[in-house]
């Protein structure tokens, strides 16, 4: 009887390390290397305006649309009048639009207009 309980409590343990083990070893690679950027509690009001945006020597302005990206799909590539401005990731330059982000998971995107 001694050696049964003794086994099963050897067994428990072991499964039980077992399963700590590979949890651990699953979310190593990725703990905290995740981007993420903060969502403002409402857009600025410039934005809301349509006022442009300055870079790279022209204007961009905002759509009355949105794109649904995760953050690592994303790459700040300046900040205008505090407000964070990104590019898609795979995006070269130059770049056909710009986003700002709104809400999670919601980026409004802006358009060049060279025109003016």
């Given at each position: 009887?001694?050696?049964?309980?003794?086994a099963?409590?050897?067994?428990?343990?072991?499964?039980?390390?077992?399963?700590?083990?590979?949890?651990?070893?699953?979310?190593?690679?990725?703990?905290?290397?995740?981007?993420?950027?903060p969502?403002?509690?409402?857009?600025?009001?410039?934005?809301?305006?349509?006022?442009?945006?300055?870079?790279?020597?022209?204007?961009?302005?905002?759509?009355?649309?949105?794109?649904?990206?995760?953050?690592?799909?994303?790459?700040?590539?300046?900040?205008?009048?505090?407000?964070?401005v990104?590019?898609?990731?795979?995006?070269?330059?130059?770049?056909?639009?710009?986003?700002t982000?709104?809400?999670?998971?919601?980026?409004?995107?802006?358009?060049?207009k060279?025109?003016?």
């Amino acid at each position: 009887m001694e050696n049964k309980r003794m086994a099963w409590v050897l067994g428990f343990c072991l499964a039980a390390l077992s399963f700590a083990g590979g949890c651990t070893s699953v979310n190593s690679g990725n703990a905290g290397q995740v981007q993420s950027y903060p969502a403002p509690v409402i857009e600025a009001e410039w934005i809301r305006n349509g006022e442009p945006i300055e870079y790279d020597g022209s204007k961009w302005y905002p759509a009355n649309d949105y794109e649904v990206l995760q953050d690592p799909d994303v790459y700040q590539i300046t900040e205008y009048k505090s407000v964070q401005v990104f590019v898609e990731r795979i995006a070269t330059k130059p770049y056909e639009r710009l986003f700002t982000k709104f809400d999670k998971n919601r980026f409004r995107y802006w358009e060049r207009k060279d025109n003016d």
